[in-house]
């Protein structure tokens, strides 16, 4: 027997359609039922690779008893979380409210009209460590609806107010450097220097902040800045929250050493490290740091990547029942593939015992440097290193035969933006034009199949695309195409990009303040128009909306998107300043701001040499700058792009520009006079 979610796209409620739950989706048939019978709603949220969603569905929704406590008193409603960002923040910031914490599963009491009145986390079968059990809270729940309705009301109704407020803007403000020295002092403060990283456990990776430290550097010099990122970005490689075998990284680590990771893997986080290891590699010319960007996005492209383009948005954290099983060893199973030689090697690199670190085995980490064990082992670190990669390439050819743990195969806009960008920019750095066609195959896949009669979706599974897009789904795509264009200068990307901006302007924006929605302007109505500033997991809506405004304003010299910028930073000026750590991508904006642009114009063709020069423009980490090209044959005759206007190429050449505030240098036709040009120094 399958109840309605059966017929759902979502990987996540399809796992709920077998409950004896009689679960709906968010509808208005659900919804209209709650209102008619005067029913609460009981509103579970979650997502496809949440390890404790799995663990409250078998112990609860798989429970008759339990499920017939909740369909005796409640209209039962399941939300992914990936599907519906805007239910799960709403109902997130009540329930952070009312309980002081948050996270998944996550489990909301509310009226018929929507409005929380009760909630929490993960709930267990039984009471447990002072925490009652689900059937406890089923009750207390639907008695209190029935006997204290006049009490509930006006508490939910206060909690509203609350929530309503939260997503109004503060007194304008100008965030100046003041603010951003107070963001590297805050972080310097919580700077875990052993193990890299910020306060304690658990530790999560936080590439946006650690973007923003790089940033710091390069502003002020200031080399503690660099080094604690470079140092937290080393250690995070070296712990178990990365894979070893496959290259990418999990979701975040339960320790402070980075050891034990929650093995989720998503999207996003791969997407976002694979950028800031990228920055650190430009910044330190790091051969390692190069190795990480690569093996990471080698990964995504060999098990995330759809058959049409698109990145898949997770890997489950359980398989065969287990948390962690997939990725985990004993000392004879290693043995047995790679002989005992080989073997005594890599348990000794990797830290492979008989006791083992993880429930009896063992998570691979690196606690030591290669260079002790090479020279312990009497060889070149090379050699070693040479070694290592066979016997990592033999395991995980025979890791490939355990049952994998399950993928999420959805592709959502936002998420794809940033593996589109990081993809772009890396393959423009390092020279791989495999990981440009990779982006643009992707970015192409979502124009054409997740933009529908001119409006972009959300996400889609199967081929189907129904939920409308979310700010961050249209300023992430639009951060991606724009570096999609420095990577390859064809004009599609960057008027796709443009489109972008002008329905965020159009549909998401507050004429009045200037502060953007996280939903449109005709999206459903829901109890709140949810405005969240903050980062998460991944940059807030309105932070990568400023982002693409103040590039894109750049890059056309366009002030209407620059001014629109302004207006996203002004508004969030005083919590900048006093919880800077949470706005990391935000104040990366405000230092672009405050900087002295770059702006780079290319003029070429498809030639090797162009591509050089193309390379060369991404050599540094220049965050500040923009790259606008034109492409021969490619119209310029009433060329939108100022930069762009009047120029050609040099004695037949592809030909590059590097200006400062519009003020721009000679022309060079070499990659090496282009690298020199963007330092001020001289290419000899």
Partial sequence: MTNRLAAESSPYLKQHSENPVDWYAWTPEALGRAVNEDRPILLSIGYSSCHWCHVMERESFEDPSVAALMNESFVNIKVDREERPDLDQIYMKAVQAMTGSGGWPMTVFLTPEGVP????TYFPPEPRHGMPSFSQVLRAAADAYRDRRDTIRETSEKLLEA???STVGGERTEAGTETLDGLFRSLSNQYDATHGGFGRAPKFPQPVTLEALMRHYLRTGDSAALDMSVHTLRRMAAGGMRDHLGGGFHRYSVDARWLVPHFEKMLYDNALLARAFLDAYRLTDSDDLRDIVVAILDDLATDMCSPDGGFYAARDADSEGEEGVFYVWTPSEIESILGPEKADVFCRVYDVSESGNFEGRNILHLPHGLAAIATAEGVGEAELERQLATARATLLEHRANREAPFRDEKI???WNGLAIRAFAEAGATLGRSDYVELAARAAEHIWSTVRVDGRLLHSSMDGEAR????????AALGNALLSLHGATLERRWLDRAIWLCEEILERFRDPDTGDVFDTASDAEELILRPRDPMDNATPSGPSLAAE???RLGQALDEDRYRNAAREILSGQGDALLRFGPAFGRMLSVVDRTLATPVEIAIVGDSSDATRALIRAAHA?????SVIVGR???EDGTEEPIGLLRGRERVDGKPSAW?????????????????IAEVRGSDPS
């Fill in 117 to 120: 009145f009760y909630g929490g």
């Fill in 163 to 165: 929530l309503r407020a």
């Fill in 631 to 633: 492409l021969e044959g």
């Fill in 412 to 414: 959502i806009v936002a």
């Fill in 467 to 474: 939920i409308p897009a979310f700010l961050d789904d249209h």
């Fill in 658 to 674: 590097v200006c400062r505030s519009y003020t721009c240098r000679l022309p060079v036709t070499e990659a090496a006079g282009l």
């Fill in 620 to 624: 540094d980490f220049l965050p500040n």
């Fill in 548 to 550: 693409l405004l103040s």
